[in-house]
C-alpha cells in the first residue's frame, strides 16, 4: 500500500485547517476572490448584462460575512474529513 492516500489525507487536513482557522485570511480570500460574483466569467456577465438581468449572485456585500462563516465551517468538515482519511489509511497500511 502507498502512503499517497496519506498525503492526500494530510493536505485535506491542513487546508480545511487553514479555512477553519482563516489562517492569515485564507478564507477571506476564498469568500472574495473565488465567490465574487464580480471575478466570475466575462462571458457570463455579458450574457447577464445583454439580458439586461442582475446576476443571481450581485447582493454579495450583504452576504459577505454569512458566507465568510460558511467557508470557516466548510473549512472544518474538510479538516475532519482529512482526519478521518489519514487515520483509515494509516490502519489500512499497518494492517496490510
Do not use: K
Amino acid at each position: 500500500m502507498s502512503l499517497i492516500p496519506q498525503l492526500l489525507g494530510g493536505g485535506l487536513f491542513l487546508a480545511g485547517l487553514a479555512l477553519a482557522a482563516d489562517h492569515r485570511g485564507a478564507a477571506r480570500w476564498v469568500v472574495e476572490v473565488l465567490l465574487n460574483p464580480a471575478h466570475a466569467d466575462p462571458r457570463l456577465l455579458r450574457f447577464y448584462a445583454r439580458r439586461r438581468l442582475e446576476h443571481p449572485q450581485m447582493h454579495f456585500h450583504r452576504l459577505g460575512l454569512r458566507q465568510l462563516q460558511f467557508v470557516r465551517i466548510w473549512g472544518g468538515f474538510m479538516s475532519a474529513l482529512g482526519l478521518v482519511v489519514m487515520t483509515v489509511s494509516t490502519v489500512f497500511l499497518v494492517l496490510g
